[in-house]
C-alpha cells in the first residue's frame, strides 16, 4: 500500500531546464506553434472584452498578470508580451493617452523545483513589465484574495496533480499493466485519469476564484481531444505508446524490471470540449467566453517530425523517468524512441491532422 501511494503522488519533475541540446527552452517549438495559432482569437477576446473595472486604465494603478505553468520560457515571455501588448491597443482605441496607460506587474510562476535562473537570466532586456517567481503548485492558492487583473495558462494543466491510485492496485481493473498512460488501455485506466483531472481542475478554479478580480480573464490552452477520437489515435498518444514499447522491451532485455514500468504513468490527461464545459459549469466563480476545439497543426510538418517529437517527449518527461527508472537508462530509452518514432513517422505526421487543442476564455 505504501508503494503504491509513492507511485501515485510522485515528487515535482519539471520540464527540463537549462539551454542545453534536451531543454525544454529549445524543444518547445510544438507548444510555441500552437499557442501562437490561437493568439488571434485570445487579442479579439481581449479587445472586445477588456473590463475597465478590472483592468483601470489609469497610470496610478498597475495591472497584474499570472502565468502559471510558465517553465523556462521562450514561450511564455511571447504570450505575457501579447497580452500586454493588446491591452495597451484596447486602451490606445479608446483615447487613453500612453501617459495614463497603467503599469503591469508579471507573475511566472511555476514548481518549486522549476529552473527559474535560466527563465529570469533570458528575460527581455526590452521588457515592459515588472516581473516576479511565484513557486508552487497552481491547484492551491498562490496569491492574495482579488488581486488578479489576468491569467494565463499554455499547456500546463493537463498535468495532473497526481496519479490515480488504482492505476498501481493489481486488484482493480485500472490497473494499468505494462503500459505508461491511458492510451491503448482499457476504458477503466482513461476514466481514473479523467476523475483526476476532474478534481484537478475544480481545485484550480476554486484557487483563481478567489485570486482574481472580478471582471478579470482567464486564458487556458491546453491540449484536448475530439469527442469519440481514441488517444492513441493523435500524436502524443502514438508518441506515448512507443515509450511503453521501448521500456517494456528494456524490461525483457533485463534492463529494468517489468514491475517497474507497471508502476510508471505519465500524469498527463487530455480533456474533450464537452468535458471542460461541464466541468467549468461546476465552478459558479466564472462564465465562459470562449470554449473551442482546435487543429493547432502549423509549421509542423516535414520528414523531420518523429525526431522532433522525440525531443518534445524527452524534454518533458526526462525528470519523471529519471527518478522513477534512474538516468543511466535515459540515452539508451530516448535512442530506442527516436528509432521507433521514425518508423511510424509517416503515421505520426498523419497524426498531426487530429490532434487538437483547447481554448478556454473565462471571465471572473
Not at 518547445?28 to 501562437?36: G, K, L, P, V
Not at 521562450?74 to 487613453?96: C, E, H, K, W
Not at 534512474?326 to 535512442?335: A, C, M, S, V
Request: glycine share 6%; proline share 5%.
Amino acid at each position: 500500500m505504501d508503494q503504491k501511494k509513492e507511485h501515485a503522488r510522485p515528487s515535482s519533475c519539471p520540464m527540463n531546464g537549462g539551454v542545453g541540446p534536451h531543454s525544454y527552452a529549445l524543444n518547445s517549438t510544438f507548444q510555441r506553434s500552437a499557442a501562437e495559432g490561437a493568439w488571434a482569437k485570445i487579442k479579439e477576446v481581449i479587445m472586445e472584452n477588456l473590463d475597465y473595472a478590472a483592468f483601470p486604465p489609469t497610470a496610478a494603478k498597475t495591472v497584474t498578470i499570472a502565468d502559471l505553468g510558465c517553465s523556462v520560457g521562450p514561450n511564455t515571455f511571447i504570450a505575457v508580451q501579447g497580452i500586454i501588448d493588446s491591452a495597451r491597443q484596447r486602451y490606445m482605441l479608446q483615447g487613453f493617452p500612453p501617459s495614463e496607460l497603467p503599469q503591469f506587474q508579471v507573475f511566472f510562476n511555476d514548481q518549486e523545483d522549476n529552473d527559474f535562473n535560466t527563465l529570469f537570466l533570458s528575460l527581455p532586456a526590452d521588457r515592459s513589465y515588472f516581473a516576479m517567481a511565484v513557486p508552487g503548485s497552481f491547484y492551491g492558492r498562490l496569491f492574495p484574495e482579488s488581486s488578479l487583473n489576468f491569467v494565463h495558462s499554455s499547456h500546463a494543466l493537463n498535468w495532473l496533480s497526481k496519479l490515480p491510485e488504482e492505476l498501481f492496485d493489481h486488484k482493480s481493473p485500472a490497473f494499468n499493466k505494462g503500459r505508461v498512460h491511458y492510451s491503448s488501455a482499457p476504458a477503466e485506466v482513461r476514466d481514473a485519469f479523467s476523475a483526476q483531472f476532474a478534481i484537478d481542475l475544480a481545485a484550480f478554479l476554486s484557487a483563481r476564484s478567489k485570486e482574481m478580480l472580478t471582471g478579470g480573464l482567464m486564458v487556458m490552452i491546453l491540449p484536448g481531444i475530439a469527442a469519440g477520437v481514441c488517444q492513441s489515435q493523435i500524436a502524443s498518444g502514438m508518441m506515448y505508446d512507443i515509450l511503453g514499447d521501448c521500456l517494456m522491451d528494456m524490461a525483457e532485455e533485463g534492463m529494468i524490471l517489468a514491475e517497474e514500468v507497471d508502476l510508471f504513468n505519465l500524469p498527463v490527461y487530455f480533456p474533450t470540449a464537452e468535458e471542460m464545459s461541464q466541468l467549468i459549469g461546476r465552478d459558479r466563480g466564472f462564465s465562459i467566453e470562449k470554449l473551442e476545439l482546435t487543429n493547432p497543426r502549423r509549421l509542423l510538418g516535414g520528414p523531420w517530425l518523429s525526431q522532433a517529437m522525440t525531443q518534445h517527449v524527452r524534454a518533458a518527461i526526462e525528470g519523471l523517468i529519471g527518478k522513477h527508472f534512474g538516468k543511466e537508462i535515459i540515452d539508451n530509452l530516448f535512442t530506442r524512441v527516436a528509432l521507433k518514432a521514425d518508423e511510424c513517422a509517416d503515421r505520426i505526421c498523419s497524426a498531426m491532422a487530429i490532434t487538437s487543442q483547447l481554448l478556454v476564455v473565462l471571465r471572473r
